[in-house]
């Protein structure tokens, strides 16, 4: 007797609406790709499904296991066998010279073992189980695919604009050296306030080398992604998209039959139960058919006519009696795989929810932060603009004057850096989720 599982047995309550969700349960966009409305995203996720070979790998995973499942059920079928056999012989008898003849055979037979009480449907049913899980780990594959290229793309488009904020900042810190220069050749600056200058310069020409060193490590592994050799070949990635305003998280009920990894989870602990159940049939009787016959002659025409076949057919019944404890060992094996399988779906389901909820709840985090290093940004520029003025009026330092530059290139890359963030827990939500792409 097969247990009754339930999909939202879980091992704790779940609740009606997600504790973080401010959308109430609005439902899941059908292909979460487009919803950032970047062309340039879209075609490298088509790439990715394409030609990526960790895809195409899980892709021969489910044919491996839909061809498991056909062998497991084979069983349940009559086996027949032919053999034909083809003898030539030489006699020889002292005086009377040699004598030469053939000798044709063809045996056939068939075995069948009679699944009266389903052990063998059953364990054929946890392969197509088990095939099924397969079936939902390559949907996952996919999904995880589709993210992490548009991860990556949304990585590699903050890195080229890192670059080109650190480039501007090279820019005006040049001038800002040939100010200090101007200023030092007419004896208004001492030496040390050009070296400052000039060490400035320099480790914003470092961060510059540093950002695009992230560019061809980013883009290599976008490439191997897409299928390609990585030659660090230019990508298409010019401005983040803006983050799409509604967040679309659905109902908690449904996360557990919508996510390919629980789904999966719950595939194979149904495959346990019924490979436990079709141990446990290991304790009946077997009631097994052979039939064997054929015929063997000199002449071949002879091996067409029925009357020169021979046969038998032969029913019989095994029961087990001792086996040493293998069938209970087996049966003790399954049932602990089984509570196993059951331990893992709960555990799984559980944090798929807290992946949810925590993605959630980091995008409210991450909105306030953004706002607040948008301001940020507002004041460092009003205040870099400030710093150049007093400086050239004798009001500030060069510390002050170089400060304000460093605080402006970094808050301008922070805000970047947390744009970005964004829409990377923007997809982690929708992979949580196991939104189609």
Same mark, same amino acid.
């Given at each position: 007797m097969l247990p009754q599982r339930h999909v939202e047995e879980v091992g704790a309550e779940i609740p009606d609406q997600w504790v973080e969700d401010k959308a109430l349960g609005q439902p899941m966009p059908t292909k979460w790709? &487009?919803?950032?409305?970047?062309?340039? *995203?879209s075609a490298l996720v088509d790439s990715a499904l394409a030609d990526n070979y960790e895809l195409k790998a899980a892709a021969a995973r489910v044919d491996a296991a839909i061809a498991q499942a056909r062998i497991d059920g084979s069983s349940r079928w009559p086996q027949f066998f032919l053999t034909a056999e083809h003898?030539?012989?030489?006699?020889?008898?002292?005086?009377?010279?040699s004598s030469r003849f053939d000798v044709f055979e063809v045996l056939f037979g068939m075995s069948w073992e009679l699944d009266v009480w389903g052990r063998i449907r059953d364990f054929q049913q946890a392969a197509v189980l088990e095939a099924d899980a397969t079936a939902v780990?390559?949907?996952?594959?996919?999904?995880? /695919?589709? $993210?992490?290229? @548009?991860?990556?793309?949304?990585? /590699?488009?903050?890195?080229?604009?890192?670059? #080109?904020?650190v480039e501007q900042s090279i820019k005006d810190r040049t001038i800002i050296v040939s100010l200090v220069r101007g200023r030092f050749q007419r004896g208004l600056e001492r030496g040390l306030d050009l070296r400052l200058a000039l060490t400035d310069l320099a480790n914003a020409e470092a961060q510059l080398k540093q950002t695009r060193n992230r560019i061809q490590m980013i883009t290599r592994r976008l490439e191997i992604l897409l299928g390609r050799y990585p030659a660090g070949n230019e990508i298409d990635a010019i401005a983040l998209p803006q983050?799409?305003?509604?967040?679309?998280?659905? +109902?908690?009920?449904? +996360?557990?039959?919508?996510?390919?990894?629980?789904?999966? @989870?719950?595939e194979r602990l149904k495959a346990?139960?019924?490979?436990?159940?079709?141990? #446990? #049939? *290991? /304790?009946?009787?077997?009631?097994?058919?052979?039939?064997?016959?054929?015929?063997?002659?000199?002449?071949?025409?002879? /091996?067409?006519?029925?009357?020169?076949? $021979?046969?038998?057919?032969?029913?019989?019944?095994?029961?087990?009696?001792?086996?040493?404890?293998? =069938?209970?060992?087996? =049966?003790?094996?399954?049932?602990?795989?089984? &509570? &196993? $399988?059951?331990?893992f779906y709960k555990n799984t389901a559980l944090n798929a929810f807290r992946e949810v909820e925590q993605a959630l709840a980091a995008e409210e985090w991450l909105r306030q932060q953004e706002a607040s290093l948008r301001k940020a940004v507002e004041q460092t520029e009003s205040s870099q603009r +400030?710093?150049?003025?007093?400086?050239?009026?004798?009001?500030?330092? =060069?510390?002050?004057?170089?400060?304000?530059?460093?605080?402006t290139l970094n808050a301008q890359s922070a805000h970047l850096s947390v744009t970005r963030q964004l829409l990377s827990n923007r997809i982690n939500l929708y992979l949580a989720l196991g939104g189609d792409v």
């Amino acid at each position: 007797m097969l247990p009754q599982r339930h999909v939202e047995e879980v091992g704790a309550e779940i609740p009606d609406q997600w504790v973080e969700d401010k959308a109430l349960g609005q439902p899941m966009p059908t292909k979460w790709v &487009e919803t950032f409305g970047d062309p340039h *995203l879209s075609a490298l996720v088509d790439s990715a499904l394409a030609d990526n070979y960790e895809l195409k790998a899980a892709a021969a995973r489910v044919d491996a296991a839909i061809a498991q499942a056909r062998i497991d059920g084979s069983s349940r079928w009559p086996q027949f066998f032919l053999t034909a056999e083809h003898e030539r012989a030489q006699i020889r008898e002292a005086g009377f010279g040699s004598s030469r003849f053939d000798v044709f055979e063809v045996l056939f037979g068939m075995s069948w073992e009679l699944d009266v009480w389903g052990r063998i449907r059953d364990f054929q049913q946890a392969a197509v189980l088990e095939a099924d899980a397969t079936a939902v780990d390559y949907y996952g594959v996919k999904l995880s /695919l589709a $993210a992490r290229v @548009a991860q990556g793309y949304f990585e /590699l488009v903050e890195a080229n604009l890192q670059a #080109k904020v650190v480039e501007q900042s090279i820019k005006d810190r040049t001038i800002i050296v040939s100010l200090v220069r101007g200023r030092f050749q007419r004896g208004l600056e001492r030496g040390l306030d050009l070296r400052l200058a000039l060490t400035d310069l320099a480790n914003a020409e470092a961060q510059l080398k540093q950002t695009r060193n992230r560019i061809q490590m980013i883009t290599r592994r976008l490439e191997i992604l897409l299928g390609r050799y990585p030659a660090g070949n230019e990508i298409d990635a010019i401005a983040l998209p803006q983050l799409p305003v509604d967040i679309p998280a659905g +109902l908690p009920s449904e +996360l557990l039959e919508r996510r390919p990894d629980v789904v999966a @989870a719950f595939e194979r602990l149904k495959a346990a139960d019924f490979r436990t159940a079709s141990s #446990k #049939k *290991l /304790l009946l009787p077997r009631i097994t058919l052979t039939a064997a016959g054929g015929t063997r002659s000199s002449d071949l025409t002879e /091996l067409i006519d029925p009357k020169a076949v $021979a046969w038998h057919v032969f029913a019989g019944l095994m029961q087990p009696l001792f086996t040493g404890g293998r =069938i209970k060992g087996e =049966i003790f094996r399954n049932q602990a795989r089984a &509570e &196993e $399988a059951l331990n893992f779906y709960k555990n799984t389901a559980l944090n798929a929810f807290r992946e949810v909820e925590q993605a959630l709840a980091a995008e409210e985090w991450l909105r306030q932060q953004e706002a607040s290093l948008r301001k940020a940004v507002e004041q460092t520029e009003s205040s870099q603009r +400030l710093a150049v003025y007093s400086y050239r009026h004798n009001l500030i330092g =060069i510390l002050t004057l170089l400060d304000s530059y460093r605080s402006t290139l970094n808050a301008q890359s922070a805000h970047l850096s947390v744009t970005r963030q964004l829409l990377s827990n923007r997809i982690n939500l929708y992979l949580a989720l196991g939104g189609d792409v």
